[in-house]
Structures are given as structure tokens and as C-alpha cells.
């Protein structure tokens, strides 16, 4: 490692060792506390790398002493066999130790706000859009994740128009983040007489869910109107004016709710709606001001990019942003194997930004 990055490490962990030890002193306010026990979270595992690394290469220096001076054969060939096993570890520990020092996405311990839309392609796109939709109910549950539904606006076929939910838990916007975009399907609709492959889409977007402390939102800028909601939901929804229309007046931003049959849940839960998407707009002005950066990275985020293929008639999913197809496309749209797809795209967006620290 370059001797920069080496004196780095070192005051990481003399910095590490201070708080440990002011942590232990008495007379520490309440939020002081707080502040320096987050931070030494958040250094320990950084620090468990570096001494993990400094382990190593101090065995494999006593390794090579032993392998160049010792008498004895046998101890020798034991001492040159472990030695070469190690060597074969120690890019893998520094690497680890490069990744866990590259800067953190605030966003990703965040909960996400999901949004599908059907696309181009009519009622087979709207089929689509409601398996993505049920796809990803799938993969939060296999997580462990909370999935909510926030609005459904479904077609008679029983493909959806548009669907949104908000998924809680633990490191959901890290990994759905670049979920954001275009999802093409290619296959043959049930419908399809002649037996011909049709190719429709539906956009994806994953919004890091926003705290009323993270975007202030002013009712002067809200035109908000209220109407009876439609479409499925029993006999009572249409009775009452309980569907809520949120206009963010500066941005143009609308927001529709009309899943509860409350007006005042309605309104809230558009509001969450909208401070998430007002919070992402944000986020897409920070990246815009680190375009360098931005182009090292996997994705935009940006609903417009194509970013996904699903081909049913030859089993398969394509990733076009790292090239990357896997042969299981009934187990992707259950859920089971979208890890597969996610974590080569999030090792990929790491070893690009690695790449960028690493040529400054």
C-alpha cells in the first residue's frame, strides 16, 4: 500500500483508541455520548480490517524468516506452504481494507419509497409492471423486510397502472438502489394467438424514504385536492371524497393516494410520497454536481435508463449496465434468486469507485 494511505490507517486506528477511551470516562453529556459512541461503531469494523491485514503481514514476515533461515527441512517446506498461502490472501485483506474506507452512501441504511408504472407495450405491459411489483413484495419478504402498500391503480386484466409501496428495514435503499430505471420483458402473451415475442416495459423507481427533518415542506406550496376514490376496494370507496391529490406548486410534482379509505391517512401517506420524491430530487442534484464521480458509478438512477431485460422464451435476465445474464428467470420474478443480480451489480459499483479513488 502507498505510504499515503498507510498513515491513514494508522491515525483511523489511533483515533479509534481515543474513543474508546473517552467513552469509559464519566461526566460525558448525554448527546456527547451518543455522538462518539456512533462514531466508534462506525470505525470498528474499519479497524478490525486494518489489524486483521497487520496480522497477516506481520506472519508473513516471521513466515519468510523461517522459510530462508531455519535448519530443517520439513519446517522449511511447512513455512514456505503457509507463507505461499498467505501471500495468496493478503491482496484480498488490502482490498477489503480500500472498500471499507470508501466513502459511505448516507442514503443506504434509508427505507425506500418503490414506484412501478406500466410502460410502453398496453395491457402485457401492465401484466409486467404488476409482476415487478409482486417480485420485489417477494424478495422483502425473503429479507425480512416490512412491505406497505401506499397505492395501487390496477387495470381490468389484472395488471396494474401504477403501484407504490414503501419497504422498511435493514439495508433497503443499499441494496435496491439500482433497481431505478427501464425494465423490458420479451415473450409471448397469453393473447397472442399467432404465438409471436412482444417485447413492453415498465419503469422502476426507488426512492430513499425522506424524514420531515430531511425536506421541509411548505403548505403554501401544496394545492391539495380531494376526490372519490376509484377502481377496486369494495362498495364503501366511492362514497366518500377520501382520495387525496397532493400538487408540489415550485416542482410540479403530484402525488395521488386514495388506497385508505381515510382522507387524513390518504393525505399523509402522499405526503410521505412526496417528501421522498422532493428528497431524491436532491440526491440527483448532489450526483449531478459529482459527475466525474457519477460516471464511475454503475447506474443514474434515472427511470429513463434501460437497465434491465427479462426474455422468457430463453430463460433469461440480462443486466445491460455490467453485461451480466443469469439463466433463471422464474426464480428472478419470484424473488429467490434476485440476489444473484443485485450483488454483482453492487460489487461492480464498488470496484468502479475504488478504481476513481485510487487514479486521484
Known amino acids: ?13 489511533r483515533r479509534h483508541l481515543e474513543l474508546r477511551e473517552a467513552l469509559t470516562e464519566s461526566g460525558l453529556s448525554g448527546s456527547e455520548f451518543a455522538r ?19 496480522r497477516a503481514r506481520v506472519e508473513a514476515s516471521s513466515l519468510a524468516d523461517m522459510a530462508d533461515s531455519s535448519e530443517d527441512a520439513d519446517l522449511q517446506q511447512l513455512a514456505e506452504q503457509e507463507l505461499h498461502e498467505l501471500r495468496r490472501r493478503l491482496p484480498g485483506l488490502e482490498q477489503r481494507v ?10 443506504d441504511q434509508r427505507n425506500a419509497i418503490l414506484e412501478v408504472r406500466a410502460g410502453t407495450g398496453g395491457d402485457e405491459a401492465a401484466l409486467f409492471a404488476a409482476e ?32 407504490s409501496a414503501s419497504i422498511s428495514g435493514r439495508d433497503v435503499f443499499a441494496r435496491l438502489k439500482f433497481e ?23 419503469t422502476v423507481a426507488v426512492l430513499p424514504e425522506a424524514e420531515e427533518v430531511d425536506v421541509r415542506i411548505d403548505e403554501r406550496d401544496l394545492r391539495i385536492d380531494v376526490f372519490r376514490a376509484s377502481g377496486p376496494g369494495g362498495q364503501s370507496v366511492n362514497t366518500t371524497d377520501s382520495a387525496v391529490r397532493i400538487t408540489h406548486i415550485p416542482t410540479g410534482l403530484v402525488v395521488i393516494q386514495q388506497d385508505e379509505k381515510s382522507q387524513h391517512k390518504n393525505k399523509a401517506k402522499a405526503l410521505k410520497v412526496l417528501r421522498s420524491r422532493l428528497y431524491a430530487l436532491e ?5 449531478s454536481a459529482r459527475a466525474a464521480e457519477r460516471r464511475s458509478q454503475v447506474g443514474t438512477g434515472d427511470r429513463s435508463e434501460r437497465i434491465r431485460t427479462y426474455n422468457f422464451p430463453q430463460g433469461r435476465v440480462t443486466d445491460h449496465r ?14 429467490e434468486a434476485l440476489d444473484e443480480i443485485i450483488d454483482p451489480i453492487l460489487a461492480e459499483d464498488q470496484a468502479a469507485r475504488l478504481s476513481a479513488v485510487e487514479t486521484r
Open 1 to 13: 500500500m502507498e505510504r499515503s494511505l498507510e498513515v491513514h490507517l494508522e491515525q483511523l486506528t
Open 36 to 54: 462518539l459512541s456512533k462514531e466508534y461503531s462506525e470505525l470498528s469494523p474499519i479497524v478490525e480490517d486494518i489489524d486483521a491485514l497487520r
Open 98 to 107: 480500500k472498500f471499507a474506507l470508501l466513502p459511505k452512501d448516507a442514503d
Open 132 to 163: 415487478l411489483f409482486r417480485m420485489y413484495q417477494r424478495y422483502a419478504a425473503l429479507r425480512g423486510w416490512r412491505f406497505e402498500l401506499l397505492d395501487l391503480s390496477e387495470t381490468d386484466l389484472g395488471g396494474i397502472k401504477e403501484a
Open 180 to 202: 431505478s430505471g427501464v425494465h423490458r420483458v420479451q415473450r409471448v402473451p397469453e393473447t397472442e394467438a399467432s404465438g409471436r415475442i412482444h417485447t413492453s416495459a415498465a
Open 283 to 287: 440526491r440527483q442534484a448532489r450526483d
Open 322 to 335: 455490467i453485461n451480466f445474464t443469469l439463466y433463471k428467470v422464474d426464480k428472478v420474478m419470484t424473488g
